[in-house]
């Protein structure tokens, strides 16, 4: 991908202070979702990272998630599985709890979401502390997915959450 691309890319990303809660800096992205070469830009870095890979489904987590890997996993012809905050699935679940950067929660997949031994991608907007994709990692593997990659738009590095996905390969495009 070409360095000017992640330049605009990182120009867009929005901080905002003290949102949700005082002491956080806020990446928002919306001001990429809505300018349609930068949307596109966006979601193809994902699809250059999974280029010529054996996929089977992509899971998403709620709701950012759910906007970068829904479109990977139609551009690439495969399934999508949302991964979501507790309660809003209406099927049988699995779930895990975890704590978050500000806070803590529960996420909960369909137990019939995954096929035994499928390649599953992970997708989200941002890795914090990794505790939200450390617990979709658990709830992938028991039901019995095989975890090939995470990658994430934004990566926060000084917060380390990539070792908490060890030994899941985790690949990010903007570093802060
Ligand atoms: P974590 O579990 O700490 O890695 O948090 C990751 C999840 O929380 C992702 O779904 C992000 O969308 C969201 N998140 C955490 N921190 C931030 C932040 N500073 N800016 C935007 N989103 C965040």
Do not use: N
Not at 44 to 56: M, P, S, T
């Amino acid at each position: 991908m070409a360095r000017d691309t992640l330049s605009k890319l990182r120009a867009a990303v929005r901080d905002v202070p003290d949102f949700p809660k005082a002491g956080i800096i806020f990446k928002d992205i919306t001001p990429i979702l809505k300018d349609g070469a930068l949307f596109r830009s966006s979601v193809d870095i994902f699809l250059r990272q999974l280029h010529d890979k054996r996929i089977d489904k992509i899971v998403g987590i709620d709701a950012r998630g759910f906007l970068f890997g829904s479109a990977v996993a139609y551009e690439l012809g495969i399934g999508f599985v949302p991964l979501r905050k507790k309660g809003r699935l209406p099927y049988r679940t699995e779930s895990a709890r975890y704590s978050l950067e500000y806070g803590e929660a529960e996420m909960e997949l369909h137990i019939d979401a995954i096929e035994r031994g499928e390649r599953i991608v992970l997708i989200d907007d941002l890795l914090a502390t990794g505790g939200t994709s450390a617990s979709a990692a658990t709830l992938i593997k028991k039901i019995g997915g095989d975890l090939t990659e995470a990658i994430f738009l934004i990566e926060l590095e000084f917060l380390h959450g990539r070792e908490k996905l060890v030994p899941t390969p985790v690949t990010s495009f903007l570093k802060y």
